[in-house]
Structures are given as structure tokens and as C-alpha cells.
């Protein structure tokens, strides 16, 4: 099956748009060593617990950068379409080829959705190669540590989720046996008093059902471990107080998205209701898309999903406009190990990182992607030294887990 988009742009014509290519900006290619140009930009999909798109970015000067967009159909046709207006130019100017992406893609709506998170791959993917050429770890082009592990947070599934004590077995198991004194674990699980799902209104036992959920786990890991629940977006704002005001006496972590993500009005009222700390971020775009969301404290917690909100810079600005109002950051996080690693280089530059979520722990061939062991131990990844990203693909690990139907990539020059 073909996909290539390259064909229908022609790189060379002339735009009136805001154009940003070296050589309309005037720009010198005479940088001595650093005079380097992408010669390549390649995609392929992995079949994960989600469908992980990986990124390549090939420059001349033999080296070679992995990326990861968001999962989902379309990321690589995106990419592909993208390919003509990073090759010939240089891969050390991360902000500019960025910017460059938005402006180009802008009629195909790079103010969020999927281009956001197909530029999110290639700008992942930049990192790595300009870590690689100037020979530093990824978090030193991004200014630095402030802690030379990240804690990482473990999404949990029970065999039955709906049953309390199902949940805290599986909580004490991963505690126990895997190692995390951080969890989280799905709140939106049917309770059996549900009458009409659509209208997002809960009834009093549903509550009642979450609280004993929550009691069930908290109550099982004690202060071993931090315990936060996702509701997916589900219930009205009233019905989301009525829940934040019957966990409270519980200490949890956090409630994450209680009712749907696009009214920053509702979400204010909802999470300035209660002493229960409230996660929000994953469906937003851009700091521009977190921005209202952080000037009116409509959170307590932001969750930006860095290989889909822009990437590794946007996700920094995003974090240090959160520090301002003092907000920590818990960065959703549903990856192969080339995003996840992405999440933690950036979780160490920033003193507002709470954790990251690590969203595959029963897949069991997560960490074979990559010739490196050990991403996670207990609870905690280490920051490489290596240059970059600090990972290098197993390309025999992924072309064994490829979706059908895609290439595998050319291999390292
Ligand atoms: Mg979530």
C-alpha cells in the first residue's frame, strides 16, 4: 500500500504563507561540524497495547533519531506528508523546524489533533539526533536534572474491575511483587445501579460503589503506595462533586477527569469543590490548549501526554506555566519506551514532575523494543547518559511486532 504524500508537495513552490525553511529565513549553512541536513524521515506502527507509531529522522551525518507520536491511525501518512519540509534542512534547529511544521500543516489543522501529535514524533525525534550529534543525554539540551530518577506510576486493570476487592488484590500485587509505590487504577467501571449512562448523571449507589472501590485500594496499599482513579470524562459536574466530597476522607492521589475535558468554566467549579486533588490535560493541544485550564486553577494536577501535545519542548513550557501557579505535573503517558523515555528526559528538567505513567505493565514485551534493560525498576526510571533519548531500537523486535502491512526501517546508517 502506498502512503506517500511527498509526491503531492512540491518543496520548491512558492508560498505567501509565513515560511520558515533555512533558506527562505536567510539562514548560514556554514556551522563547521554542526553543518548537518536530514536527508530521511521514516515511519512505522507497532502493535502495542496501543497502535505505537515510531519516527525516524536520517541525517547525513550517519546519525539516526527515534520519535514517537500518540497512537492512533494516520500519524505515519501525517509524518510522510511532513518528510518534504525537514529533508535538506538542519535537525539542531528543534524550535524553528517545529514552528516550520505548524505553519506548514496549518490547513490541516496543526492547532491540535493528530498533526500535533505527528509533529510531537518528529520533535521527539530531533532531540535524539541533535543529542546524538552534540554527544549530550536529551535532558541537557532541555537545560539540565533536577533528580537523576523519575517516578513512575503504574495504570492498573483488576480481573474484575468493578468488584472492590478485585482491585485491591491487584493493588497489593503490583505494590508487592512488581515494586510501584504509585497506581492508578479505572473509577468508570460499571456499578450495577447505572439506570442511563448517557445523561452522565450518577445515582447514589454509583457513588457509593466508586467510594468502596477507592477505600478498597487505598485501604490495601496503606501508605506503601499513592493511589489516584481515572474517570474518563464520564459524569456531570454535580455528580463529580458529590464523588471528590465522598473520597476525601481517603487521601487519594488524585480523581482524574471527572466529567468531559472542553468547558474550563465547568472544570474550575468542579475541581475548586473539594480537597480532593483533581488531574486534568490529556485531550489538550499545545500550551495554548492548557493555558486557560492553568490562569484559572480549573486543576489541581496537569496531565500532559507528551507525544501528543507537542512534544518535548511544548511539554516544558507547559510544565514551567504550571509552576507558576505551583501545580505539579503527572504526564499521561501510554507509550512504547521511546516515548516514555521522552516523558522522563523531560520529567527531570522540570521541579514540578509528580510522576509518569507507565501504561504497560501486562504486555510483557514493552522494554524488548529497545537493546537497553531495565527501564523500570521499581517504580523508577534512570536517566541514560547516553547521548539523546539514551534508547536504541531493537529493529528485529520491531519488525516481529509491526501492524501488518507496514515497513520496517531502513537500519542505521
Ligand atoms: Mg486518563
New binding site residues.
Given amino acids: 500500500m502506498s502512503r506517500n504524500y511527498r509526491t503531492l508537495h512540491d518543496p520548491n513552490a512558492e508560498y505567501t504563507m509565513r515560511d520558515l525553511s533555512a533558506e527562505t529565513m536567510g539562514l548560514s549553512a556554514s556551522r563547521g561540524p554542526r553543518d548537518v541536513e536530514i536527508t530521511d524521515v521514516q515511519t512505522t506502527m507497532v502493535g502495542g497495547n496501543y497502535p505505537w507509531t515510531l519516527v525516524r529522522i536520517y541525517t547525513d551525518a550517519g546519525v539516526v533519531g527515534n520519535g514517537e507520536s500518540y497512537w492512533g491511525v494516520g500519524e505515519p501518512e501525517i509524518i510522510d506528508r511532513m518528510a518534504a519540509f525537514l529533508i535538506g534542512e538542519n535537525p539542531l534547529d528543534i524550535d524553528r523546524l517545529y514552528e516550520h511544521l505548524i505553519q506548514k500543516m496549518s490547513g490541516e489543522g496543526s492547532i491540535s489533533g493528530k498533526v500535533i501529535s505527528a509533529i510531537s514524533g518528529v520533535e521527539i525525534a530531533l532531540h535524539d539526533v541533535a543529542g546524538k550529534l552534540l554527544d549530550v543525554p536529551a535532558y541537557q539540551l532541555l537545560g539540565g536534572k533536577y533528580r537523576d530518577e523519575v517516578r513512575v506510576y503504574c495504570d492498573c486493570h483488576a480481573g474484575d474491575e468493578s468488584e472492590p476487592t478485585s482491585n485491591a488484590a491487584e493493588a497489593e500485587r503490583v505494590v508487592d511483587e512488581l515494586g510501584y509505590d504509585a497506581l492508578k487504577f479505572d473509577l468508570d467501571v460499571p456499578s450495577g445501579a447505572e439506570i442511563d449512562r448517557a445523561n452522565r448523571h450518577m445515582r447514589g449507589p454509583e457513588i457509593e460503589h466508586k467510594a468502596d472501590i477507592v477505600r478498597a485500594v487505598c485501604e490495601a496499599v496503606g501508605d506503601r503506595a499513592d493511589a489516584a482513579f481515572?474517570c474518563?470524562w464520564s459524569y456531570t459536574p454535580s455528580s463529580a462533586k458529590q464523588l471528590l466530597q465522598a473520597v476525601e476522607e481517603y487521601d487519594v492521589w488524585w480523581i482524574?477527569?471527572p466529567i468531559p475535558p472542553e468547558n474550563v468554566e465547568a472544570q474550575r467549579v468542579v475541581t475548586q469543590s473539594s480537597t480532593t486533588p483533581v488531574t486534568v490535560g490529556?485531550n489538550v493541544y499545545r500550551s495554548h490548549g492548557t493555558r486557560r485550564l492553568i490562569d484559572e486553577q480549573a486543576l489541581d494536577i496537569i496531565?500532559p501526554d507528551l507525544p501528543k501535545v507537542g512534544g518535548m519542548r511544548e511539554t516544558q513550557k507547559i510544565a514551567h506555566h504550571a509552576d507558576r501557579f505551583y501545580i505539579p505535573v503527572a504526564m499521561?503517558n501510554v507509550a512504547s519506551p521511546i516515548g516514555t523515555m521522552a516523558s522522563a528526559q523531560v520529567a527531570t528538567t522540570i521541579p514540578n514532575s509528580l510522576a509518569v505513567e507507565f501504561h504497560s505493565y501486562q504486555l510483557g514485551w514493552w522494554e524488548d523494543l529497545v537493546e537497553e534493560d531495565d527501564l523500570i525498576v521499581d517504580g523508577r526510571m534512570t536517566i541514560p547518559e547516553a547521548p539523546g533519548l539514551g534508547l536504541t531500537l531493537d529493529l528485529d523486535a520491531v519488525e516481529e511486532h509491526m501492524i501488518e502491512g507496514e515497513t520496517l526501517f531502513d537500519p542505521a546508517p
Fill in positions: 481515572d474518563h482524574e477527569d490529556e496531565a499521561h
